[in-house]
């Protein structure tokens, strides 16, 4: 069982957002949860219970039925963090390798890291790695690459659902500009893909948990980017996401160099994003690509209408000196927008940091151009809230309906004088890290630390 079915309810000074502009804040507010959601949230339990008509009778003649209270006290209680792209192969370079842009980064350091996942006890030790680590920071949801290898592809997903946390997971393909190592062909990567998801669904990985959640660890299919795959790998790619419903991440944008390759490599295109849509790999099922530091225009105008989410990883966007990635912009044009870590482009698993850095990045760009305001706190919440949230279904509010996805933050040792419960949210966005986390929750059940 994946979730959590008896009834709870959550006390505590309760913080998320409804939409990009402001912050709800209820102070000593409470959460009602059952079978993984949220069924009630209110500023005081008489309201939570007179809300009973309006959930399915779960709150039977007007009392509280059998609920259990648990009071978190004085404690923030704030939905769990989502990462919208991770390289989980690439965790031992977290921190190096800062020296380079782009290619020649993927060329030394990258693709010699990710040869190394053919061996799977390789892979066992540095996956249990990882994934404990997105636990700590509080990272219940993520999209994640593999590599191209099978059976480590395997593993990681078997460790996310040990784990009890949500993980889109991708075996990356692509046959060409890469190691022979990491390439195959395309029959080869079709086999694979098919296997996995025979495998997931023997596993009950594409088993609905019920009719409203979708399963919580599922494939993904994940072309690296068009550099790495030939057409015939983009248009087996595109077929696999169709024939099997499932989502597609990839790279978008990122860098002048590899816009240029792109054109190169397909001339009939007429910018990066028609080549990704020409294959049915731009929104013909959920699609979110990470960067887009360089969309604009024609790109921009295709993502708007086929719904393609754009992960923001600004610190990759910095490490990597791909530029900035203009996600003012990209808010105003009604874009859907996430953020990501991208270890190991970027250095920082946290994605409270990289609210921290997402409002940095439009900084620096409102330097630039003063007709576009920077991010307020709120917005960059709901960035890596709700608005990540919704490429996992109903993930990152505690609105009725939401998977309770949530963090209890003790900040006692930050709140040492008379913060509000907004200043001390920013406080622990700016100053907290994992030592804060109490408690992490995800679709209603509490995940503990993965013992490895
Ligand atoms: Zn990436």
Redesign the pocket.
């Known amino acids: 069982m994946e979730a959590s079915n008896k009834k709870k309810v959550y006390k505590a000074h309760i913080l998320f957002t409804k939409d990009q502009s402001r912050f709800e804040v209820l102070e000593n507010g409470y959460v009602a949860v059952e079978d993984g959601c949220v069924v009630g949230i209110a500023s005081d339990l008489s309201t939570l219970i007179g809300q009973g008509s309006m959930v399915n009778g779960q709150w039977s003649n007007g009392t509280c039925c059998d609920a259990e209270v648990v009071d978190f006290g004085d404690r923030l209680l704030l939905p769990a963090m989502n990462d919208l ?3 989980a192969p690439q965790y031992r370079n977290q921190g190096i390798a800062m020296d380079l842009e782009l290619l020649p980064w993927l060329q030394n350091y990258t693709f010699p890291e990710e040869s190394k996942y053919a061996d799977t006890a390789y892979a066992e030790r540095m996956y249990r790695r990882f994934v404990r680590d997105l636990w700590r920071f509080g990272t219940m949801r993520s999209c994640v ?1 593999a590599t191209s290898h099978t059976e480590s592809t395997r593993l990681l997903m078997r460790l996310f659902r040990e784990a009890g946390m949500g993980a889109l997971v991708g075996k990356v393909a692509m046959n060409r500009n890469c190691p022979e190592s990491l390439s195959e062909t395309v029959e080869e990567m079709v086999q694979v893909y098919e296997n996995l998801i025979s495998w997931c669904s023997h596993e009950g990985n594409l088993t609905p948990h019920s009719s409203l959640l979708p399963p919580r660890v599922r494939p993904i299919i994940t072309p690296r980017f068009i550099p790495s795959c030939t057409p015939e790998m983009l248009r087996a790619c595109g077929r696999l996401a169709a024939k099997y419903g499932l989502p597609v991440q990839s ?1 978008l944008s ?1 860098n002048r160099d590899e816009i240029a390759l792109v054109q190169a490599l397909e001339k009939d295109s007429t910018c990066y994003g028609d080549a990704y849509d020409r294959y049915g790999l731009f929104g013909q099922t959920p699609t979110v690509m ?2 887009c530091v360089w969309t604009e225009g024609e790109e921009l105008e295709l993502m708007k209408k086929n719904g393609v989410m754009v992960a923001h ?1 600004p610190t ?1 966007n910095f490490n990597v000196a791909s530029g900035m990635a203009p996600v003012r912009r990209f808010l105003d044009e009604g874009l859907r927008v996430g953020l ?1 870590s ?1 270890i190991s ?1 970027g250095h920082d698993l946290s994605i409270f940091r990289m609210m921290v850095y997402a409002i940095q990045v439009s900084k620096m760009l409102y330097q630039q151009d003063h007709g576009q305001p920077f991010l307020t706190l709120s917005e960059a919440f709901w960035l890596a809230t709700k608005s990540a949230g919704s490429f996992f279904g109903r993930v990152g509010s505690f609105e009725p309906g939401y998977e309770f996805d949530a963090l209890v933050i003790d900040d006692s040792d930050l709140n040492h004088d008379h913060y509000s419960l907004l200043e001390r949210l920013e406080r622990y966005i700016y100053l907290g890290d994992d030592r804060q986390i109490l408690h992490r929750f995800c679709r209603g059940k509490e995940i503990t630390e993965p013992k490895y």
Do not use: L, R
Request: hydrophobic share 25%; glycine share 16%; proline share 0%.
């Open positions: 792209h991770v390289h690459f790279h990122e990470a960067h990883c990759s990501g991208d482009g």
